[in-house]
């Protein structure tokens, strides 16, 4: 009797390390209902931020895909688009977006468009807006702008345009990481300043596409 309890509680520490790992990735949400279908279009790096081995846009275009591939509340597109469309349609005008876009998207009835617009890493100092801390050696800022647009009907619109800029803080440590060796596609690059400011901006960035999909479908 006492084995077959010890098996048991086994099981179920297995099966609850199964639903830990559960991706909801279907398309249809418990109610029945079909989620939003959302398209990702590559990233589009307008700043000076560059890295050693690896393409930033590129980057950023797979961890926001796979942020909503995971998502409970949005079904991600696999053909998230090209380049080229990703530019069509971030222009600074919404009334100028191309009525064609619809043709170029597939099933999407919603796109997101990111651009990464600065990257920049200071020396930090004294600053009145902030205590002074002596274990941190730099601040690394990130600024993304992000626009979520309804392609469902004939005219496309911007139902989602905002600037997201966020400061890290770097701790002296690690102020000279060597990314040649923890680069994007290691796990030593998610412990680095860089992978730890992109993971943030990445989440908000979904967090922002999830809240603003979901109340525009209803």
Known sequence: MGRIIILLAAAAILCSGCANNYRDTTLYQRSGRTKPIVAVMPVINSSDADTPTWDVALELTEEIRKRIFDSPKLYLLRDGGSVVTAQELNTPDPSGLPKNARENLGAAEFVVVAELIDQHETSYGLDSNRPFLEE???????????????????????????????????????????????????????????????????????????????????
């Not at 601040?139 to 345009?161: C, F, H, N, T, Y």
């Not at 400061?167 to 690059?189: C, I, N, Q």
């Not at 860089?194 to 999830?210: D, F, P, T």
């Open 136 to 218: 941190v050696g730099s601040v690394l800022s990130v600024a993304m702008r992000i626009r979520v647009i309804d392609v469902r009907k004939g005219e496309p619109q911007v139902i989602l345009q905002e600037i997201i800029n966020q400061d890290h803080m770097v701790s002296r440590p690690y102020l000279k990481t060597d990314y040649t060796k923890a680069h994007w596609g290691t796990e030593a690059f998610d412990r680095t300043p860089l992978g730890l400011a992109h993971s943030k901006v990445v989440r908000e960035i979904v967090s922002r596409v999830e809240g603003y999909v979901v109340a525009r479908k209803g």
